[in-house]
């Protein structure tokens, strides 16, 4: 740590010892980076599974060495059984979308910039800071022994819909021990989110520096602090659910079980619960949590966008308004998960007409990106080509979801590959490059390096082109009716779309190889890379008025004072053609 | 770097366009009274988001190539938006979904809200890991009562009938393979034994979960005899890839001989 | 430098955070403590008592919506069965309630002391803030006295569906309202102190609200049990 500012009236020590500076460390800077490593991880783990689904779909005989080891069951010999696919596309659902999704762009990005962006030396509550951390570390770790223990991870997906998930292992292997420790690590993840979302929300109503009015928030502020109240008020509800879930597993409860179910020729000793209370509770939590993994992603885009295209962003005021609008409405829609459930179809109409609503302020956001691209000189760096891909992605992911919001077509496409498609490209992939452009634009930032900008380009062309060979025949075969969650093809009807699998196979196997391009750029460049300047993009936001990497308390114990909102590019009349947030010199546009 | 956005996006949406627009991978062909008005609604929506997808890619690829920086010294067009424009495609594109799905709204009331005619089939369908069993109340038209306790696979009685005692029960039907009669309103009550199955039938464009603990009715007019595939589209367990049936679409006097040799087979 | 000392932020903030309004557009509330942070290396510059309101507030909204879901899992739960049977209250419940309720009454009169002042009130204080301590510890054995009550009917967890809901809803407040007696303690501890001056405010403070927000949520508690159960 730089030291520099120890002769500043008020002495900010960092700590010395390699455990409270990078393990156990109150550093919302080292919490970010521990919590974006946290989703590296993950996600390597998630996409090789990917890989494995992929392959035992079109190969269904292959050999995968090495797989016996990990599962002498699910692969003997190394090849995967059918049930084997389940276990895995169960965790490759959790991890992703619980470990990577939620994680990387919020608790990660979030952490490190939050309190940089707004003028603060760190998250209000350091400590409950470090504790979601390690929560959600022990999260991880509970849902990866899964993997060991003796009948594998559970197979009930993501979602674990009871009785499938409630009734134990007499509904198939995984469904002992691996589900309820998948329950146990849910339940954990929950309580990790919630300190991190009271944190988040605290630190952005209160510690915003002099000046640094809510209209002046960097949009990616606005993302986060919009994630964080979703965040807060939908994984208490899902903790609850798991709380019950939980009960009728192990305490002989019956919430979610019905009475009279004959599960392996046995009768559950259970009577009147129900499994639709399971779905409307777990989706009251799952549509904000679609959410919570991509308002990041805008945020991220919309900053990156107006940077590299040197013009303000078009509409900050629509643009924030849109977030809260989002954020309210996804709140209202849990029901379009649940259109052939057995709920009332009176209450599809309400669920539908609300989903339909949030595509408003989506298109508001797309309409924006555009309105800021229109009329600028447009720099691709990687971080740009990335945010981008991003506009498209989210678009074409979005569109498919109004076929989805409409109940009438729903019996078309439920549960069919389509579906795959849509979540896979608006939550998945367009989340997922939303976090790679937060890694190229801000890597400087935090470790005071500049990543490789030609293997960069290199890996958003092979990436972006990848994805669209991956998901976008998902749509073609899930129109004609290919399902979802099938691990072999048996009839007579799916057997002509195998060769769209073999395609869509080798895409993903290809577009999860470039993915080793990022991994050893980021190694690379934290140690060999260029050194980077304090502002290698000409930003105008508080995280480039600091040292990269940023001193221990960020602002070296002084305050920084706010004059303009945060995307003052392409300013008329000034030698530069920005003006930072903390320049005090007048714009007439001034708000 | 803008061209090459700018081609590349090009490309994407027509090889897209060009998949969906020539029908290289369609929905089977509808056999239900209400399929044509659901693959109506499909083309509609296709159509609608079809124009808006070529729009915006289409735009942010041109966006990307034609400002790109050229380093020839231009200003760039400074402007914080725009409210007008901001609330005319708010009210634009809220007019084109909410109406859009208004539009749609009848077919979901006609699966859903219409009750099935009094005089429709009626047939239990039960899902269990991993098959379906269908049960016809016989010449009665009644079903008899199920008992969980008599539940026994090995032996057939998949629903738990008690065909000793129960008058009703005795002339039941329970058959594999989901026989109806084609241009008759059918009503499926749909339960399941196990866990949480569904029901699907591609060329009805008729799809509903099996949720257990509750019956669901559902019910269809299938308008062209054929042999279609049952798909269960709820993740039940290991077998749920293979979980599957036939409908069996047969004119009015091939079901009945149907029915009839169902019924010595009992 | 030798990792101690844990030495806590020292905001210099009022007397009392209720004062304080909701943070508006520009902070001025950034202060630096003028100690060391010690070797844990916590930060030394202080966050304004707003924040630590905001952020109970958050918590209290969090415990809000999951109490939510588990009473509209009741609501559905007992709407949809026929499997339902009411499980009469154990009479002690009422007891127990007067108790919580005193308590809160008990905090109040404690933080009347501090706000009095004068040479005494640390031990008054003090004194009241034990006093709720073991009115808290009360209905805590209290609600152990419920269970054993129920358990001693042959009514456990899985019994029906309505005992289901009491043991969750009764232990789930029970396990927050430990938390509170925990912060409770803490409270106790930390008021004796001189060099934690400023913090005993927000400290006490917090705690209250959580504590009368805990009372609270029992009484609705109570009323759902009573009403729906």
């Known amino acids: 740590m730089p030291e520099a500012h120890a002769e500043t009236a008020h002495q900010h020590h960092a700590p010395t010892k390699f455990i409270w500076k990078y393990i156990f460390s109150l550093d919302h800077k080292v919490i970010g980076k521990q919590y974006y490593f946290l989703a590296l991880f993950s996600v390597v ?119 499938l998930s409630a009734v134990g292992s007499s509904a198939g292997p995984g469904e002992g021990l691996g589900q309820t420790l998948w329950v146990i690590s849910i339940a954990i993840f929950c309580i990790g989110s919630l300190l991190g979302a009271l944190n988040f929300i605290a630190t952005t109503l209160d510690l915003r520096t002099k000046g640094m009015k809510l209209m002046r928030l960097p949009l990616t502020c606005w993302a986060w602090f919009v994630t964080a109240v979703l965040g807060l008020l939908s994984f208490a509800v899902l903790f609850g659910a798991c709380a019950l879930l939980l009960l009728d597993r192990v305490g002989g409860t019956s919430f979610f079980i019905p009475g009279g179910l004959i599960v392996s020729d046995k009768i559950m000793p259970h009577s009147g619960g129900s499994p639709l209370l399971y779905q409307h509770l777990f989706w009251f939590f799952g549509h904000p949590e679609v959410y919570i993994a991509i308002l990041p992603g805008m945020g991220v885009t919309s900053h990156i966008i107006s940077c590299f295209a040197r013009k303000p962003i078009f509409g900050y005021r629509a643009m924030a308004y849109s977030l809260m609008a989002i954020g309210f409405l996804s709140f209202t829609v849990w029901g379009h998960h649940m259109f052939l459930s057995g709920m009332s179809p009176y209450s599809a109409f309400s669920f539908s007409l609300f989903t339909m609503a949030i595509g408003v302020p989506s298109a508001i956001k797309t309409f924006n990106w555009l309105g800021t691209l229109w009329g600028g000189k447009i720099r691709f760096t990687s971080a ?40 896979h490209m608006v939550m998945g992939v367009a989340a997922i490059f939303g976090m790679f452009a937060g890694t190229y634009f801000w890597f400087p930032k935090m470790f005071g390096r500049m990543m490789n900008e030609t293997w960069g380009k290199v890996h958003f062309w092979t990436t972006f082109i990848g994805v669209y060979c991956v998901f976008m025949p998902m749509h073609f075969i899930g129109v004609e009716g290919a399902i979802r969650r099938y691990s072999t093809w048996t009839d007579n009807y799916l057997i002509p779309m195998i060769p769209v ?29 260029e050194k980077a300047t304090d502002n290698p993009w000409k930003g105008t936001s508080l995280e480039w008025t600091v040292p990269s990497p940023p001193p221990f308390d960020n602002f070296a114990g002084k305050h920084p004072v706010v004059y303009h909102g945060p995307y003052e590019y392409g300013v008329p009349g000034k030698d530069k053609d920005y003006v930072m947030q903390d320049s005090p010199e007048k714009i007439e546009d001034d708000e | 770097m803008g061209l090459a956005f700018f081609v590349v996006l090009v490309l994407i949406t027509a090889v897209s366009v060009y998949i969906f627009g020539a029908h290289i991978w369609w929905p089977p062909h509808a056999i239900s009274t209400i399929g044509p008005s659901v693959d109506h609604q499909f083309n509609l929506t296709l159509i609608l988001t079809g124009i808006i997808f070529v729009c915006a890619q289409l735009g942010l690829g041109y966006f990307a190539w034609k400002y790109r920086d050229r380093k020839d010294g231009r200003k760039v067009i400074y402007s914080h938006g725009n409210n007008k424009l901001e609330a005319g495609w708010t009210i634009a594109a809220a007019v084109v979904f909410i109406g859009l799905n208004l539009i749609g709204f009848q077919i979901w009331a006609k699966m859903y809200f219409t009750p099935a005619p009094p005089d429709a089939l009626q047939i239990q369908v039960q899902g269990q890991q991993f098959a379906y069993y269908f049960r016809y109340p016989g010449p009665d038209g009644k079903f008899g009562p199920t008992h969980v306790e008599k539940v026994d696979d090995a032996t057939g009685n998949f629903f738990g009938l008690d065909r000793d005692h129960d008058q009703d029960s005795k002339d039941d039907i329970v058959t594999a393979t989901l026989g109806v009669p084609v241009n008759r309103p059918v009503e499926l009550i749909l339960r399941s034994k196990d866990v949480g199955h569904s029901f699907f039938v591609r060329e009805l464009r008729i799809h509903q979960d099996l949720v257990p603990g509750i019956e669901i009715p559902i019910h269809f007019t299938a308008t062209e005899t054929g042999r279609f595939e049952i798909v269960c589209t709820q993740l039940c367990g290991l077998g749920h890839y293979k979980m599957r049936a036939f409908l069996q679409v047969m004119t009015e006097e091939d079901y009945q001989k149907w029915l009839q040799s169902q019924m010595a087979a009992q | 430098m030798a990792p101690t000392v844990l030495t806590p932020a020292k905001p210099e903030v009022p007397a009392r955070t209720d004062d304080l309004g909701p943070g508006g557009g520009s902070n001025g509330g950034h202060r630096f403590g003028d100690d060391g942070s010690g070797g844990y290396g916590g930060h030394a510059w202080s966050v304004p008592a707003r924040a630590y309101r905001t952020g109970m507030w958050m918590a209290l909204a969090a415990i809000v919506m999951l109490f939510a879901a588990f009473t509209s899992a009741l609501v559905v739960r007992k709407g949809i069965s026929n499997d339902w049977v009411r499980t009469a209250l154990p009479n002690i419940l009422w007891l127990n309630t007067a108790v919580l309720l005193l308590s809160s009454l008990t905090f109040e009169l404690a933080r009347r002391a501090f706000d009095a002042g004068g040479d005494l009130w640390v031990v008054r204080g003090t004194r009241w803030l034990y006093l709720t301590l073991g009115l808290g510890v009360a209905f805590i054995a209290g609600q152990l006295v419920a269970w054993r009550e129920l358990a001693a009917r042959g009514v456990y967890l899985a019994t029906n569906p309505s005992s289901s809901f009491f043991y969750l809803l009764t232990a789930a407040h029970g396990i927050h309202l430990l938390g509170g007696i925990v912060a409770l303690g803490y409270a106790a501890i930390i008021v004796r102190k001189i060099a934690a001056e400023p913090r005993k405010r927000i400290v006490v403070d917090l705690t209250a609200l959580y504590w009368h927000f805990m009372d609270g949520l029992w009484v609705y508690l109570l009323i759902l049990l009573t009403v729906r159960l």
């Open chain 1, 45 to 163: 783990v998630g996409m090789i599974l990917s890989w494995l689904m992929r392959i035992h779909l079109v190969w269904p005989n292959a050999k995968l060495y090495g797989l016996d080891l990990l599962s002498p069951a699910g692969a003997p010999g190394g090849v995967m059984t059918p049930e084997y696919y389940l276990s895995l596309m169960t965790l490759h659902g959790t991890i992703m979308i619980f470990f990577v999704l939620t994680t990387a762009p919020q608790s990660g990005f979030g952490n490190y910039f939050l309190p940089i962006q707004i003028g603060a030396e760190d998250m209000a509550f350091p400590r409950l800071n470090m504790l979601s951390f390690w929560t959600t570390f022990v999260a991880l770790m509970v849902l990866l022994s899964t993997f060991f223990v003796t009948d594998g991870p559970p197979i009930s997906g993501w979602t674990g819909y009871p009785p």
């Open chain 1, 384 to 423: 740009m080509l990335f945010s981008i891909g991003f506009v498209s992605l989210f678009v074409t992911g979005g569109l498919s979801g109004i076929f989805l919001a409409q109940p009438q077509l729903d019996p078309m496409l439920h549960a069919t590959y389509f579906v795959v498609a849509h979540f």
């Open chain 1, 501 to 529: 699998h073999e395609f869509m196979t080798i895409a993903a196997l290809f577009t999860g190889a470039v993915q080793f391009i990022f991994l050893i750029n980021v190694f690379w460049s934290m140690f060999k890379g």
